[in-house]
């Protein structure tokens, strides 16, 4: 589903980490720990095709990234990747169901199919009935739900969360953690999920350390 080669990353003249390299199956659900600092984020953001690697391959759902100028990563990004934030980035002047359904608009939906799935998937996350409200009027963990829902209404094949538990308290965290395994399970999609939670890694199919030199794996 998703093959790394030898991946190397640097701003300006100091390196961030080369020679990463790791292959993920699909339907897997991979925990990724690693320092602070140490280029989580950034590894994901290459994944996703929204920062360029400095040497490397990253092949995604059989594409090579390196041969899609921008617009086609952001084509491959909207068809088979799913993006849960750490902050959220939900749009807070657009109501909880039209955050969700928006991915799907950008993707040429019909206005009403959109909003259809949307709420579908807002019931799959356990909070239907609350896509007319405004992002400010649900929790924290109520919101980072509705990002789940957001990253994979369109179902796609692979799903990064970037801590997507950071912000929340140990129970809200289980709750969030449970939803996002059970929508991997029910989906078969693939998760690269970056977190600093003992927890959550123990959660994971199997967990990978990213360090400056490469990614450590551990057994399943
Ligand atoms: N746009 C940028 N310009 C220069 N340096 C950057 C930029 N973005 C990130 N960095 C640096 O790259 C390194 C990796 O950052 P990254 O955010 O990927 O780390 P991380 O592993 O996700 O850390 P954390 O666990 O704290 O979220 C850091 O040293 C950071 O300061
Ligand atoms: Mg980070």
Redesign the pocket.
Known sequence: MLHIHDLAKR??D?A?FSQVSLTLGAGEFVALV??????????L?CIAGLDRADAGRIVLAGTDLATLDDDGCARLRRVHVGFVF?AFHVLPHLPVVENIALPLWLAGQPRRAGLERAEAALAAVGLQGLGGRWPAQLSGGQLQRVAIARAVVHGPQLILA??PTGNLDPATAGVVLEVLRRQVRETGATCLL?T?SVAAAALADRTLR?TPAGIVGAAP
């Open positions: 701003y300006g100091s961030v690693g320092e602070s600092g140490v280029g989580k984020s950034t590894l953001n750490q970037d801590e970056v600093h990213l």
